[in-house]
Nanobody, 118 residues
């Protein structure tokens, strides 16, 4: 069992920055992927960025050049540095860890609110 706890959300003006953290308790095996998703009111949850245990990263087009995912899955912690924030970045941000092979798992955090004012 893995528990994920996000922190760092809040209210910021457009153009500002925030740093989200996700701490995982429990065992995370190699070949896992940790990532950040977000869900705005009335919209589906979408991928923001993810990072693999080998360090490979991937970003949604809407955040490329503005957001940076980092961390060490082996140390059970990842971060999302968000710069040049826009009002459309307003959403609840969720941390996720998934592993497709055995043992298979897919865990979510409780989410942290990010609000960007114009």
């Amino acid at each position: 069992q893995v528990q994920l706890v996000e922190s760092g959300g809040g209210l910021v003006q457009a153009g500002g920055s925030l740093r989200l953290s996700c701490a995982a308790s429990g065992i995370i095996f190699s070949l896992s992927t940790m990532g950040w998703y977000r869900q705005a009111p009335g919209k589906q949850r979408e991928l923001v960025a993810h990072i693999t245990t080998s360090g490979t990263t991937n970003y949604a087009d809407s955040v490329k050049g503005r957001f940076t995912i980092s961390g060490d899955i082996a140390k059970n912690t990842i971060y999302l540095q968000m710069n040049s924030l826009k009002p459309e970045d307003t959403a609840v941000y969720y941390c996720n860890v998934v592993r497709l092979g055995f043992p298979k798992y897919d865990y979510w955090g409780q989410g942290t609110q990010v609000t960007v004012s114009s």
